[in-house]
């Protein structure tokens, strides 16, 4: 529930005017005062209002923010109590209220961490430790109070927050901070409705049934004898207040009424990019099932499309919260059993195809590193049979493809492709023809290297260079000219055919028909475009 507030600062019509700020019509000083000063005159009007008269709701309300305003928290929240006890639903004086009460909270988690980390950085029984231990004791009873707090008012600066009417897509003002708040609530109403927590005019087992977990509950009480001295007899399945239930209620269908729009992803946008908060929609549809409000299922249908994308970071967490967890085995085992398996087996085979990739980068880049470092010291024997074994990988591998990490230039991309590796395979051949049997095989295994290598950006690296302004593409070949256009791959061969090498009437007939494919794809060596030859040109 923890998060940083933005505050806003509402400029109602009884605050500002066009040229200058007033108070309830009166101007008081121009814009460019500076900021501190209009609100202490801004706060000295309201004060000589308040000696004539009792002060409107709206007056208590800019006085509070006037307050809020020079650092005087403390009395700006005395001053907007006021006014919500005047005006129950005075959307402004709520908002100041919820500002000051996060504020409040998030300062004394800070107190806790820093007084915690002070205790463990004293010496063991010190004066240093005991006092760090009583002001942390102390932080965490602010961080209760503030807690206690945080419920009051974030339900209710919700349910009355000013409307936009001229924007009918964002509907609320300073739609953000309606964001975060709406956020918080749907956090306190998930925890709210759980088993563990209910209040003492509720009923467990109501609670249990409410939350979809009914045989659990006997299970349980078959197996604890004394469950009935601790169940708490009531009529209620939850200890929401009427308030609380009005707002989950309106939460639930302002999601409802946008599933399946585009403005569906701008509701949880916020969240979805929220590092505490990645389970807003599991908790969102909790909440529905658990209110037994109608469109459940539709809801439901929605949340397990969403449920495809979700990568194992996500699941782990939901694993290793228990609540999470339960919410998800409920609402994943709509028909049953049968439902639920199934849908236990796909998130198994999503988190298989996630980390197969990863594994697939993985394994792809220790190779590549692997035949580079042989490539260098002339291993070249070595560097064959690794990329081999990278082409046997990647056939076994289906559907994955990865990309070469740590190239040395910027601008530079490599696909590690299937015939980029039989590219690498041929390279290495090349330097250890006349002697290595194998490499000699490996020169006449692509049958049609003319449509086999057709794409160069299937096996070369790609770069990319602003020169000039203009911005110039091109691919290069891994060590050195590449062996079809510089003729390497050809010459290998030829003089091999022609020592006798290929002295099997098979191999023979291969090696003139590859000779031949070879041959065409020969370029002349000044024709054989570089960087090299264009700053040369340049000159």
């Avoid at 929220?274 to 389970?279: E, H, K, L, Q, V």
């Avoid at 980068?361 to 064959?384: I, P, Q, T, W």
């Avoid at 002697?435 to 000699?440: F, T």
């Amino acid at each position: 529930m923890q998060g940083r507030f933005i505050p806003v600062f509402p400029a109602s019509k009884t605050l500002f005017c066009t040229q200058c700020v007033c108070t309830m019509g009166s101007p008081i000083t121009c814009r460019s005062a500076p900021y501190a000063l209009r609100a202490v005159q801004l706060l000295e009007k309201v004060e000589e209002q308040g000696r004539i008269s009792l002060l409107s709701p709206d007056q208590l309300n800019e006085k509070a923010w006037a307050l809020y305003r020079l650092g005087l928290s403390d009395q700006a929240v005395a001053e907007a109590r006021k006014a919500v006890k005047a005006d129950p639903e005075h959307s402004e004086a709520w908002m100041l209220l919820a500002i000051c009460c996060i504020n409040e909270k998030r300062a004394a988690d800070q107190e806790v961490a820093r007084y915690e980390f002070q205790r463990e950085e004293a010496d063991p029984m010190s004066g240093h430790e005991r006092w760090a231990e009583d002001m942390r004791d102390m932080a965490e009873d602010r961080r209760a109070k503030a807690l206690t707090d945080h419920r009051a008012v974030v339900f209710p600066a919700l349910l009355y927050w000013p409307q936009d009417p001229e924007n009918p897509y964002r509907r609320y003002r300073y739609r953000e901070n309606y964001e975060q708040i709406r956020n918080w609530c749907i956090d306190w109403l998930y925890a709210l409705l759980l088993p563990s927590n209910f209040s003492m005019d509720v009923d467990r087992q109501h609670v249990y049934a409410a939350n979809g977990l009914a045989p659990e509950f006997i299970w349980q009480d078959k197996l604890s004898p004394y469950s009935a001295r601790w169940r708490v007899r009531g009529h209620r399945a939850h200890g929401l207040s009427e308030l609380e239930e009005q707002v989950a209620e309106r939460i639930c269908r302002e999601w409802e009424e946008l599933v399946g729009r585009y403005q569906d992803f701008a509701f949880f946008q916020r969240s979805l990019l929220a590092p505490n908060n990645p389970f807003l929609k599991l908790k969102l549809l909790h909440i529905h099932y658990v209110l037994g409000l109608s469109g459940y299922e539709m809801l439901r249908q929605r949340f397990l499309q969403d449920l495809r994308y979700l990568r194992w970071g996500d699941l782990s967490v939901i694993l290793h919260q228990p609540s999470l967890f339960q919410a998800l085995t409920t609402h994943c085992a709509g028909t049953g059993l049968k439902e639920l398996i199934g849908r236990f087996d796909n998130l198994v085979e999503q988190v298989a195809q996630e980390q197969r990739k990863d594994f697939v980068l993985l394994k792809s880049n220790l190779l590549c590193r692997a035949y580079h470092h042989g490539f260098v010291r002339d291993e070249f024997a070595s560097c064959m049979l690794v990329a081999q074994e990278a082409q046997a990988f990647l056939e076994a591998s289906a559907g994955f493809e990865s990309h070469q990490l740590g190239l040395g230039e910027d601008g530079q991309s490599n696909t590690l492709s299937l015939k980029h590796w039989k590219y690498m395979e041929l390279r290495a051949a090349i330097e250890i023809a006349p002697e290595s049997v194998e490499a000699q095989q490996a020169l006449l295994s692509v049958a049609h290297p003319a449509g086999y290598f057709a794409d160069e950006a299937d096996y070369l690296i790609h770069n990319s260079a602003d020169i000039e302004g203009v911005i110039d593409e091109w691919y290069e070949a891994p060590y050195g000219e590449s062996i079809l256009a510089s003729g390497q791959w050809l010459q290998a061969v030829e003089a091999l055919y022609k020592a006798g090498i290929y002295s099997d009437q098979e191999m023979a007939l291969r090696a003139r028909e590859l000779l031949a494919e070879l041959a065409p794809l020969v370029v002349e060596k000044h024709a054989v475009w570089n960087l090299d030859d264009y700053w040369a040109t340049g000159d």
